[in-house]
């Protein structure tokens, strides 16, 4: 049955992806995006241009911290969805991302990614939204727990204020499940990437830096470990995790640890041109490994990852190929 889906971040590395499957599934999706600055909004124009032309598909420019916006946009659409209330679900994958980056800014990643959370849930318990997706991340597990990580693994020790925002985020959810049983499914994102990725993590660069003989910076010895997942394979994911399943937290992940150089490797190797490395201290707020154990999505959603990462790559170096001219314009950021 077709059925009306808010989704905040419409214009972001994930939310479009996820704009994008809901559509092809006959569903209409309102988008919500401030396209801010955290990195190049032209990126974000480019996903969103994807998405406009689309029936079923509109966009309202917003800040989630606006609650006065947030309540214009459900009261709009109030009994759009079946059982009377505005949307059948709220997926919320809009944040402030990126761990080094809120070092220099906590505040904003705070009030994004709690407060911001904290209007949706309110609003989800006031207009009967019966679910709500948060969008969360692996930073959670810190640099104390044993790889693969599992969900219940402590995680009351974050690095970043961008992990500590996302707990708070995660905490607010599971209060409005008890207080208000909104059903609500967190799921944890383990290193992103794919086509049009966000220019700021090490793909998008490394792909960009190498492809036009520019050097690169590598912190620390390059041997830190990521669980890299494509984007597609997450969207589906997060898709998959609309389903009634009263409060879980849910690892979305790669099956697959690959160090760093290992990734600079294989980038060379596609773009056919030797990296040039320049090295730096490693940073406080970066884990030494992420790795999901990803058994509770196989359980609970029926998901796997289904992209190898040496596909992802290839698929992702095709993208910047065939949009060079805007991959090239788009700012890395510091």
């Not at 049955?1 to 209409?28: E, N, P, W």
Request: glycine share 8%; aromatic share 8%.
């Amino acid at each position: 049955m077709a059925q009306r889906y808010l989704v905040t971040g419409a214009a972001g590395f994930i939310g479009s992806k996820v704009c994008q499957i809901l559509l092809d599934a006959g569903h209409a999706v309102v988008g919500v995006d401030n396209l801010n600055a955290s990195y190049d909004p032209r990126l974000k124009e480019w996903r969103l241009a994807q998405l406009t032309p689309l029936p079923r598909f509109q966009f309202q420019r917003i800040e989630m911290t606006d609650s006065g916006a947030l309540e214009k946009i459900f009261a709009e659409y109030d009994g759009g969805a079946v059982g009377g209330s505005p949307f059948a679900a709220v997926l919320n994958l809009g944040a402030r991302a990126g761990v080094q980056p809120s070092v220099d800014d906590p505040l904003v990643y705070l009030r994004t990614n709690a407060e911001g959370t904290l209007n949706l849930l309110e609003l989800c318990r006031r207009q009967g939204v019966p679910k709500f997706v948060l969008a969360s991340t692996s930073s959670l597990y810190g640099g104390h727990n044993q790889v693969p990580f599992s969900e219940d693994a402590d995680t009351s020790r974050p690095l970043s204020p961008y992990a500590a925002s996302k707990k708070a985020a995660e905490a607010l959810a599971f209060t409005y499940h008890h207080l208000h049983k909104l059903d609500v499914s967190v799921l944890r994102y383990f290193t992103v990437y794919g086509p049009a990725g966000r220019p700021d993590m090490s793909v998008f660069r490394f792909i960009r830096k190498i492809s036009e003989g520019e050097p690169i910076t590598v912190f620390g010895d390059g041997q830190q470990q990521r669980d890299f997942t494509y984007v597609d394979d997450v969207a589906r994911g997060t898709v998959a995790a609309l389903k009634p399943l009263g409060f879980e937290v849910i690892n979305l992940g790669g099956d697959r640890l690959t160090s760093l150089n290992s990734l600079i490797a294989q980038i060379a190797e596609l773009v056919g041109r030797q990296p040039i490395i320049e090295r730096r201290s490693a940073h406080p707020a970066d884990v030494l490994a992420t790795w999901a154990n990803i058994s509770k999505a196989s359980q609970l959603l029926s998901w796997t990852p289904q992209i190898s990462l040496e596909e992802g790559l290839r698929r992702t170096m095709s993208w910047y190929r065939e949009n060079r001219p805007l991959a090239m314009q788009i700012s890395l950021g510091s």
